[in-house]
């Protein structure tokens, strides 16, 4: 089965963006967030902007099982 990108319902503080990132490449989401984190601060808020057209496109992962 083909692995896609959603956003996690389950294992979200925000969005659930970054979480369903690191449930896609297996990934601590604790640390992914910090790096990210870290990440908006050294692209100059670069990364603020993907997280927020991320957020609004991805889909959720009940909105991908409804689709199967």
């Not at 692995?3 to 601590?28: A, P, Q």
């Amino acid at each position: 089965m083909k692995k896609k990108l959603y956003k996690s319902t389950s294992n979200k503080m925000l969005t659930g963006t970054l979480g369903g990132v690191s449930e896609l490449y297996d990934i601590d989401s604790s640390l992914l967030r910090i790096l990210y984190a870290a990440g908006i601060f050294l692209s100059s808020g670069f990364l603020l902007l993907v997280y927020i057209v991320a957020a609004f496109i991805m889909p959720t992962d009940k909105e991908l099982n409804k689709e199967v």
